[in-house]
């Protein structure tokens, strides 16, 4: 059992393995990453973007734009069939890769926003054109971009949005781990609280999780502000199912290895 961490505090990075640096958040923003982190590369989420191009965005069956704001979403969505959206995708994945070295790079938001996104005319075009049921070109785009990253660096890693329910995460974010597992070396499912005041749903979704999942996998904790008790408990507990646990976001690094230490990781 190994026990990391997501971090934006350099200084931090180099008392856990793995440890994560974001690169390139939601924000749009670029930070390099520090030697010996993992970089995080958000991919179709992007704020600076979808304020710049409105037409970039995944837009919904009743036209509704994704950005943030809207009543669904905490940040902009690009639609991934945007030919510019995709390349500086890989643009971004390439510039990680560069940073990184022989470190793996992690994919962030290489997802449609959520069930019936994306219905541009860009992505009916395109399912039209190559003869595919809508839902089925959702998932070849996705299909395609990992690929295409993986001819960049053999050494990915992707981000799961926390749905196990069967058929989830095919049919509301175009993601067949199936399919994409030849391409991943690990996938990661954020399971975010503020308290973790109560973990009988952290554990439902570990093990729907660890049932389904067809390799190594990191169940990810929020941990700012979360008391020490608390996160430890919750560490504890997704230790059953997964392969490893990160702590995300945490400023308070002695409050980390102490957990650790309690872990005994």
Request: aromatic letters at 12%; charged letters at 25%.
């Amino acid at each position: 059992m190994s026990i990391g961490i997501v971090s934006r505090f350099p200084e931090h990075l180099g008392h856990f393995t793995p440890a994560y640096y974001e690169v390139k958040g939601v924000t749009g923003v670029w930070r390099d990453a520090p030697t010996g982190a993992i970089p995080m590369v958000s991919i179709f989420g992007d704020n600076r973007l979808g304020e710049r191009h409105p037409e970039w965005l995944q837009v919904g069956p009743d036209g509704e734009p994704a950005n943030r704001h809207s009543r669904y979403f905490d940040w902009d969505a690009l639609c991934p069939s945007h030919a510019d959206t995709f390349e500086r995708g890989l643009e971004w994945v390439r510039k990680a890769h560069q940073q990184g070295g022989d470190s793996p790079v992690r994919l962030d938001d290489v997802t449609f926003a959520r069930e019936n996104f994306c219905q541009c005319q860009r992505c009916k075009a395109n399912a039209g054109a190559k003869g595919q049921p809508w839902d089925g070109y959702r998932v070849g785009r996705l299909l395609e971009f990992v690929e295409a990253a993986h001819r960049i660096t053999p050494h990915l890693e992707l981000t799961l949005f926390p749905d196990p329910f069967p058929g989830h995460l095919t049919r509301r974010f175009g993601l067949d781990i199936q399919r994409l597992s030849p391409y991943i070396e690990t996938f990661v499912v954020p399971i975010y609280d503020l308290h973790y005041a109560t973990t009988y749903w952290l554990e439902v979704l570990a093990g729907a999780f660890q049932e389904i999942m067809p390799k190594r996998w990191l169940i990810e904790l929020y941990g700012l502000k979360v008391p020490e008790d608390a996160l430890f408990k919750a560490c504890q507990v997704a230790s059953f199912y997964a392969d490893g646990i990160l702590v995300a976001y945490d400023n308070q690094l002695p409050k980390l290895l102490r957990i650790r230490e309690r872990l005994g990781a």
